[in-house]
């Protein structure tokens, strides 16, 4: 099964996206985590990216596209996936589409996490990573059990740099400025399912679990 996880920043992609793939057992595939990735250790790629990921800009679409390609073409993507950041305008529909077709395969199911922005605000401002394995918590919602340290790994949880309140407001505009075409798009394919993502994480996780499960019996039929 392929997913798409839409939403603005701090709906909870990342998180809910972790939490689906190892109930369903598809491989999480998060285009922000693997920019971040890159501009940790100092590829080309990350060297081109940071700049726009500090000011809440999106990189540009032919960077992104060719990672995604890259990444969906490792065989642990063969056997399905859930998509968290991608794609983010029409020209990464397309492309993603194009890809998929040359594989013989699309999207199936795209989930729309419509969360209010005084949730948003709080969510990423006390958001806190694993600066190891990339474990996503919160300094009130979901607190590490040993200060600043992952319950996966032990690694240091870091404020990602784009969590500042500068940066928040311009990755919303961004987002907004994207979103309605994307929604118009997939709502018109009939893939696009929305739930209120404001709730806690584990009540979030059931909905899709949901949608994901009705959504695999039709394809059965
Ligand atoms: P990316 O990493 O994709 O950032 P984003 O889309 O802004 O989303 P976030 O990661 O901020 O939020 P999330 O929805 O995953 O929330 P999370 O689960 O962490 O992209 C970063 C940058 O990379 C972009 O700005 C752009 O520059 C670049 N980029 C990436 N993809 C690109 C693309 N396709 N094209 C071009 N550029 C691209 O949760 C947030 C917090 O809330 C956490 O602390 C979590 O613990 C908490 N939380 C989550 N759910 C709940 C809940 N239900 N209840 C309580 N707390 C919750």
Known sequence: MRIILLGPPGAGKGTQATNLAKRL??????????LRQNVSSGTDLG???????????LVPDDLVTQMLKRRISEPD?????ILDGYPRNISQVKALDEMLEKRNTNIDLVIYLDTS????????????VCRNCGAIFHRKNMP??????????????YQRTDDKEETIKTRLEVYKKEVFSLIQYYE??????????????GIVLNKIVHLAEERNDSLKV
């Open 77 to 81: 993507a063969k056997g399905g996936f």
């Open 144 to 157: 590490p059990k040993n200060d600043m340290l992952c319950d996966t790994c032990c690694g240091n949880l």
């Open 188 to 201: 018109a394919s009939r893939k696009l399912h929305r739930i209120s993502a404001d709730e806690e994480a």
């Open 117 to 128: 922005e005084s949730v948003i605000i709080q969510r990423l401002s006390g958001r806190l």
């Open 47 to 57: 060297k081109q990216a940071k700049s726009y990921m500090d000011s809440g800009g």
């Open 25 to 34: 057992n598809l491989t999480h595939i998060s285009t922000g985590d693997i």
